[in-house]
């Protein structure tokens, strides 16, 4: 079993829809729970980071994060045709310096005009 | 407009050849990582460094080496390219403290080995 899975896709929805990225996790030490976005042909970008459990909100843009399940959840409200990119999942235990971060393989999401 | 520069976005080297990727960040950060992305795989972390001189193995380094001379600059050497190197190599930097959640990402060097 992998550290962490996600849904490969691809995703399509309509523009305006609410859309639901998922991963799951098989090490209950992760305690920093990260989603990156990644356009074509560039690299990641941090889009939001949650510690511990609980919910995350910034603009259309909410993070949710359920331990006991070993569930992360991203969702995305009144989805636009520029939120068309792969999300990655990415997690990691903390607690030094340096932690490693394993990361999702991705979910590609196309939003359609 | 802070960045991670990698020095080149397309290469097409031959087996055998030694291959460096270049990668600089201009935010002054104390880690710097090399990834390499394939379909379904992911992520995968080749090298890491925590500071200058500094070196760490990560998941996949067999095949590669690093050398991280100055805190802003971290290059990435295959020594003797093969065909399963093929690959889209990804630099990235954070802080000290953000290590766990804070990295930022150049934009990528596909490299092909031919």
């Known amino acids: 079993q992998k550290e962490v899975e996600q849904d490969p896709g691809p995703l399509s929805v309509p523009e305006g829809a609410i859309v639901s990225l998922n991963c799951t996790y098989s090490?209950?030490?992760?305690?920093?729970f990260m989603w990156y976005r990644q356009y074509s042909r560039k690299g990641p970008e941090l889009l939001m980071y949650?510690?511990?459990?609980g919910n995350k909100e910034d603009g259309r843009f909410t993070a949710q994060v359920d331990k006991s399940s070993k569930y992360i959840s991203l969702f995305i409200r009144d989805s636009q045709p520029s939120d068309s990119a792969t999300y990655l999942c990415?997690?990691?235990?903390?607690?030094?310096?340096?932690?490693?971060?394993?990361f999702g393989p991705g979910t590609s999401l196309s939003v359609i005009p | 407009d802070v960045k991670v520069t990698q020095s080149s976005r397309y290469l097409v080297k031959r087996t055998g050849e030694k291959v460096f990727l270049e990668c600089v960040q201009d935010?002054?950060?104390?880690?710097m990582f090399w990834y390499r992305q394939d379909p379904g795989l992911g992520l995968r972390l080749i090298y890491f460094?925590?500071?200058?001189?500094?070196?760490e193995k990560g998941d996949i380094p067999e095949g590669y080496s690093v050398s991280r001379e100055k805190k802003e600059r971290f290059s990435l050497i295959l020594e003797s390219a093969s065909t399963n190197q093929t690959s889209m190599y990804l630099c990235?930097?954070?802080?000290?403290?953000?290590?766990?959640?804070?990295?930022?990402f150049g934009s990528g060097t596909r490299l092909t080995v031919v």
């Open positions: 990235a930097s954070s802080q000290r403290d953000r290590a766990n959640y804070g990295y930022t």
């Open positions: 090490n209950s030490a992760f305690q920093y």
């Open positions: 949650t510690y511990s459990s």
């Open positions: 990415a997690m990691s235990q903390g607690g030094t310096s340096y932690d490693k971060v394993i």
């Open positions: 935010m002054d950060h104390e880690n």
């Open positions: 460094s925590y500071d200058v001189k500094m070196k």
